[in-house]
């Protein structure tokens, strides 16, 4: 007991010390200030702000689309969409988009996601493109979109999407032949304009109705407060490791060090079978990704990619792709369903893009396949 009071001695002198307290209060002083800078931010309202922001609808008819808006209302507290899809263009649609009034572009720099409260009728997904200027304006001058997909309910709900969920759209990356590992994060200082919209959906010439009561831009600083907590608590270890052994060089303590080699433990199958099976049992939702099957099955999406690519030789879009296009070929046999509804039900977003996949991999398109088999 004696000996134990004699080794924490030092330890208590040195937290006591102003070799020790100096630094610390610095640090204290310092990350205090950066979290009470990042909790003072205020949201970026966009609705309702009439005076700042304007907001219009917009259908398929510029595509030789003839969807109808049957009613639209803008108020000091709502935006109700009242619309109908129809079919004479092969991906019929609706929305919104929220422009600045007296300024180029929405500076949105300090915030990490878009907030927005919504309710739908008839509707349980919609979309959100964020659009910034032109990837290489002296090569094109089309506006590089980024889109997310959000799923809602016929209650009014508040939701929020994190910049990194916005991805360039499939029908974006065909057009500009951008690989997947190509796209890059919306440029949240120079946003042109926030379009918010019907998704593809295969139910048509029926009355919908989207109402939203807020949308803004928000930060979320969960991951930033957790790495300064980190980042605090190893500072202190570290500023006390060098008080220690400033204060404690001329008196050497012996150390007793037990030297061993740990067991080896492998649970590389278990996380092989369990990434596939995730796969496989949820490839019909279009939203999946390998962050996502990452996060719910407690691994890395450079492990997934490793075992999809040792196991089947190709990376996991196409492997995803395979698994949809052997779904679609099945229901193309044994089904009357269209080729719309089959598209959505094995996870793509849009017909267009479905109908490229699956000729990419059989050689034929839906309707032939439908028509001739294998």
Same mark, same amino acid.
């Given at each position: ?35 009470? &800078? ?14 700042? &922001? @304007? ?7 510029? !595509? ?12 000091? @507290? ?31 720099? +300090? ?10 009728? !008839? ?6 493109? $964020? ?24 209650? +009014? ?20 032949? $951008? !690989?997947?590992n190509e796209n890059e994060l919306p440029d949240l200082q120079n946003l ?13 010439? +029926? ?26 608590l190893g500072l202190l270890v570290l500023i006390f490791g060098i008080s220690?052994? @400033? ?27 369990? *990434? ?6 949820? &490839? ?29 030789? *190709? !990376? ?15 229901? $193309? ?35 032939? &396949? ?5």
């Amino acid at each position: 007991m004696k000996e134990q009071l004699k080794m924490s001695n030092p330890a208590l002198q040195i937290i006591k010390s102003t070799l020790f307290i100096a630094p610390v209060a610095f640090l204290t002083f310092l990350l205090a200030s950066v979290v009470v &800078y990042f909790m003072q931010i205020d949201d970026l309202v966009l609705f309702p702000n009439t005076t700042t &922001y @304007s907001y219009n609808y917009y259908t398929d008819g510029a !595509n030789g689309g003839n969807s109808e808006m049957l009613n639209y209302k803008v108020s000091d @507290s709502l935006i109700h969409l009242k619309f109908q899809l129809n079919d004479a263009f092969y991906s019929p649609y609706v929305g919104l988009v929220l422009s600045p009034n007296n300024q180029k572009a929405i500076n949105a720099a +300090k915030y990490n996601q878009l907030s927005i409260s919504v309710r739908g009728e !008839n509707m349980d997904r919609i979309g959100i493109s $964020l659009y910034t200027p032109p990837l290489n304006p002296e090569q094109n001058s089309d506006e590089t979109p980024h889109h997310a997909f959000l799923n809602i309910t016929e209650t +009014k709900t508040n939701y929020t999407i994190a910049a990194s969920e916005f991805q360039f759209p499939d029908w974006w990356t065909d057009l500009h032949q $951008l !690989n997947d590992n190509e796209n890059e994060l919306p440029d949240l200082q120079n946003l042109l304009h926030i379009n918010i919209g019907s998704a593809f959906t295969p139910q048509i010439n +029926k009355a919908k109705t989207i109402e939203i009561y807020q949308i803004a831009f928000t930060r979320n600083n969960q991951h930033l407060f957790v790495l300064l907590g980190s980042i605090y608590l190893g500072l202190l270890v570290l500023i006390f490791g060098i008080s220690y052994l @400033s204060k404690k060089q001329d008196d050497k303590k012996s150390e007793v060090i037990v030297s061993y080699q740990s067991l080896e433990t492998s649970d590389g199958d278990a996380i092989h079978e369990k *990434c596939l099976q995730f796969i496989n049992a949820n &490839y019909h939702q279009s939203d999946l990704t390998l962050e996502r099957i990452a996060e719910q099955t407690a691994t890395t999406p450079r492990k997934i990619t490793q075992i999809i690519n040792d196991e089947f030789n *190709c !990376n996991f879009k196409t492997y995803l792709n395979r698994i949809r296009i052997t779904e679609a070929k099945r229901l $193309l046999k044994n089904t009357n369903l269209n080729m719309g509804e089959i598209a959505f039900k094995v996870g793509f977003n849009s017909q267009s893009h479905f109908n490229r996949v699956f000729k990419s991999e059989t050689l034929k398109s839906p309707s032939k &396949y439908r028509e001739i088999g294998d």
